[in-house]
């Protein structure tokens, strides 16, 4: 007799979700001092172990998680689920790795473009600091960049005052 009604199966599966997140949300903060190039792979294979589902009964289209009816099977020798779970693992791991594969294929010529405009960025920045008579916004003209010639200046007070 089947005890489980379709909304303890669909809260069960709300909850499985919840906790499966928190266990993500970790793995991810476990993983951060990681190289990148091993630190994405790593979370894309614990995702595929958290959220691939298996199916259990395919008569009611009941499903579960596909780690938890391998290990359910293995460890208490029940079922024959096993070899139909790791088999779905397998698929979901390899779905989920190819289209990882295509995200670093799309995302690498960006990367590429962008870290060449931040050294090109930081070459002309270090250009422009090297020469100190550059940082004025007409270049290094002085007074004269009208062509007029340079008005002297008067030894003594430069202030002007309106008058009262």
Not at 17 to 43: I, K, Y
Not at 50 to 55: D, E, K, M, R, V
Request: aromatic share 12%; hydrophobic share 50%; charged share 25%.
């Amino acid at each position: 007799m089947d005890t489980m009604t379709e909304n303890d199966y669909l809260i069960a599966w709300g909850l499985y979700a919840f906790a499966a997140l928190g266990c993500l949300l970790v793995w991810c903060r476990l993983t951060r001092f990681m190289w990148r190039w091993l630190r994405e792979p790593l979370r894309v294979l614990m995702a595929v172990l958290l959220f691939s589902p298996t199916i259990i009964d395919p008569v009611k289209e009941k499903f579960a998680p596909a780690i938890a009816i391998t290990a359910l099977d293995l460890a208490f020798k029940v079922g024959n689920n096993a070899w139909r779970a790791v088999s779905d693992l397998l698929m979901y791991a390899i779905i989920a790795f190819c289209l990882y594969g295509l995200f670093v294929l799309i995302r690498w010529p960006i990367e590429r473009a962008s870290k060449a405009r931040r050294a090109q960025a930081a070459a002309a920045e270090q250009a422009r600091q090297s020469d100190p008579e550059d940082d004025q916004p007409f270049g290094n003209a002085g007074d004269d960049r009208y062509g007029r010639p340079v008005a002297p200046r008067v030894s003594g007070s430069t202030r002007v005052e309106p008058r009262l």
